[in-house]
Nanobody, 123 residues
Framework: QIQLVASGGGSVQAGGSLRLSCVAS????????????MGWFRQPPGKGREKIID????????YYADSVKGRFTISHDSAENTHSLQMNNLEPEDTGLYFC????????????WGQGTQVTVFG
């Protein structure tokens, strides 16, 4: 079972940047990393959770939701078993609870979730 711990949320003015991190444990990247796809979801206040990024682990182009395309970037540090989400040019509409998640790449079932980290953008 993959465990995920997210960090890096906070409050920022519109136009600013934040970087979220997601540390994975419970597997070694060298042995299982190629079969694990990572993603980021967010839940705006009063709304449901939406997928914003799916890296497909290189099997397909990284998916970015239209609302974040060109502003958010996912990156991976295999040595640290860490995925990061760089968020630039933040907008008040980006406010919400952000979750990292993992799935086996052959399944659409996101089985592992980090705890949410709050991002608040004030304009």
């Amino acid at each position: 079972q993959i465990q995920l711990v997210a960090s890096g949320g906070g409050s920022v003015q519109a136009g600013g940047s934040l970087r979220l991190s997601c540390v994975a444990s419970g597997y070694t990247y060298e042995k299982f990393g190629s079969s694990v796809c990572m993603g980021w979801f967010r839940q705006p206040p009063g709304k449901g959770r939406e997928k914003i990024i799916d890296d497909h682990n290189g099997r397909a182009p990284t998916y970015y939701a239209d609302s974040v395309k060109g502003r958010f970037t996912i990156s991976h540090d295999s040595a640290e078993n860490t995925h990061s989400l760089q968020m630039n040019n933040l907008e008040p509409e980006d406010t919400g609870l952000y979750f990292c998640a993992a799935r086996r790449c052959w399944s659409d079932d996101w089985k592992s979730w980090g705890q949410g980290t709050q991002v608040t953008v004030f304009g």
